[in-house]
């Protein structure tokens, strides 16, 4: 452990000079895992609360909140039953009742962080659930499922229920103000040995013109996959489609040309889920490749496979998708005293299009497991940061903003602004951030360590340990795409 030790503060304290001011640090939590499920009001919103303030002080600066595991809803819908994930019975209302995404998206936004809804699109019943309530769709229209493995799965053929999960998604959209909308992996089912997808029948009616039953498949994605982008975007156009893929997209013995180096369950032959189509028609708005395998694995090594998503998927912002538990599990083949996460952070400054990770899972990071929150916490994400831009939904930044200024107050000194004007949503400032700079240092915003705040409101205390002497206080206007504005500043004295 000591060895570890040593390396780890000798590594980071090179890595420290590299941290980038944009990055996307995001968290997924989970409720499939059961950990929330029949707990009261009062103990899930405390243990949420907890999770938050963990993870915001690990820097994390994006929550992905699943939402929606198999056609329910952990938040009231009129068109899903409540999720048994919350509840512990499907249907059933939280008592005392209150909206959890609507809690989230509140609470999330108070600390700083943005909130993407996370919703399961095709899964309609996964294989621990024995009851349905009597308004879930596969007892409504049982037509519209089909079962494989113990689970049920909207079929991806049918058009309806493109428009179904599209409906639902534009009135989650419609409701929240999320930040983003995010799905997973689960497109068609995951194959299980010797039982073939039962959907011959439904390619005889509806095959579209298509031979090729994987052909036709991989369109029907594609096509819901636009139609969601479109729905989302035509409703809210700030709010970011992102998609978390399986790390493999197609293996080389598949597709030589273009396939990874890699020996295991593809994207697009097995899932028929062509995300690279999707990167590079402009459909998604970020991929998060669940690259879980450590650096070494025999059938998927980690860095064959973040050097590939660097190369091939690079028309939209791409993010890793990061395993705590695989990480700190393996040792550093190159150095066998450390686990991985230092040299899996070295592969992510290689990369010039890796412009951010999210963590499997986040109560791992909470827990502290290997080390790694802590370790994100003290070097890698010590000082914050703020979200890549995405110029193609919007690139044009906010005005600054305005009326910068110090009042003491009963509770010490605190620095009040103004919000810039704007009328288009484009132009409006949604967050705003705080740096700090000695009288001598020269006044740099590229420099993420200034940075000692980022906020929603109008005002920052100022905290004791840094309202005394002199120093300048500069504060920039974010809009919804995370655009800045140029700096207001304000130079203060304050007596001891």
């Known amino acids: 452990m000591k060895n570890y030790l040593l390396f780890l503060l000798i590594f980071v304290s090179v890595q420290l000079e590299a941290q980038n001011k944009r990055e996307f640090r995001g968290a997924w939590i989970q409720i499939v895992n059961g950990q929330f499920q029949g707990l009261s009001t009062e103990k899930m919103q405390s243990t949420l609360s907890s999770q938050l303030n963990e993870l915001r002080r690990d820097g994390v600066?994006?929550?992905?909140?699943?939402?929606r595991a198999e056609c329910d809803a952990l938040y009231p819908s009129k068109y899903e039953p409540w999720s048994r994930f919350l509840t512990g019975e499907q249907g059933r209302a939280p008592s005392p009742y209150w909206d959890p995404l609507a809690w989230m998206v509140e609470q999330c936004h108070k600390r700083g962080m943005e909130i993407h809804a996370w919703i399961n699109p095709y899964r309609a019943k996964t294989k621990s659930t024995s009851q349905l309530a009597s308004n879930h769709i596969a007892v409504t229209r049982p037509q519209s499922v089909f079962a494989y493995d113990q689970q049920y799965i909207l079929n991806p053929g049918l058009a309806e229920n493109r428009r179904y999960i599209c409906q639902v998604a534009a009135d989650i959209i419609r409701r929240y103000d999320i930040d983003g909308f995010h799905i997973d992996d689960y497109f068609y089912p995951y194959p299980a040995a010797g039982q073939p997808i039962p959907d011959r029948e439904t390619f005889r009616q509806q095959n579209n013109g298509f031979r090729d039953i994987a052909d036709w498949r991989r369109d029907n994605v594609?096509?819901?996959i636009k139609q969601l982008n479109d729905t989302i975007h035509s409703i809210k156009p700030w709010v970011?489609?992102?998609?978390?893929?399986?790390?493999?997209y197609r293996n080389k013995k598949q597709d030589p040309l273009n396939g990874s180096d890699t020996h295991g369950l593809s994207n697009y032959d097995d899932l028929y889920a062509d995300v690279l189509f999707w990167v590079n028609k402009g459909w998604v708005d970020y991929t998060v490749p669940q690259i879980y395998w450590e650096i070494g694995n025999k059938a998927a090594d980690y860095k064959t496979l973040i050097t590939w998503w660097n190369r091939y998927a690079s028309n939209r912002p791409l993010f890793i998708g990061e395993d705590i538990v695989r990480t700190s599990k393996f040792p550093d083949p190159a150095n066998p005293n450390s686990h991985q996460l230092p040299a899996k952070h070295n592969l992510h400054q290689q990369m010039k299009n890796v412009q951010g990770t999210v963590l499997w899972y986040a109560k791992a990071a909470v827990d502290n497991i290997g080390n790694i929150g802590s370790t994100l916490r003290d070097y890698y994400w010590k000082y914050p940061a703020l979200s890549p831009r995405m110029p193609f939904i919007d690139g044009k930044a906010p005005k600054k903003p305005r009326k910068l200024k110090i009042i003491t107050t009963d509770d010490g000194p605190v620095l009040f602004w103004t919000a810039p004007r704007g009328k288009k949503w484009g132009d409006i400032a949604a967050k705003y951030v705080v740096y700090r700079f000695e009288t001598n240092d020269a006044v740099n915003?590229?420099?993420?360590?200034?940075?000692?705040?980022?906020?929603?409101?109008?005002?920052?205390?100022?905290?004791?340990?840094?309202?005394?002497?002199?120093c300048i206080y500069i504060v920039t206007a974010l809009d919804r795409m995370s655009n800045e504005s140029k700096g207001a500043k304000r130079k203060v004295r304050l007596k001891e």
Do not use: C, H, W
């Not at 970011?240 to 493999?248: A, D, E, Q, R, T």
């Open 61 to 67: 600066n994006a929550i992905i909140f699943q939402v």
């Open 222 to 224: 594609n096509l819901f």
């Open 240 to 248: 970011k489609f992102g998609v978390s893929p399986f790390g493999i």
């Open 445 to 470: 915003l590229a420099d993420p360590s200034k940075i000692v705040n980022i906020t929603t409101e109008t005002m920052y205390k100022l905290p004791a340990t840094a309202a005394k002497g002199r």
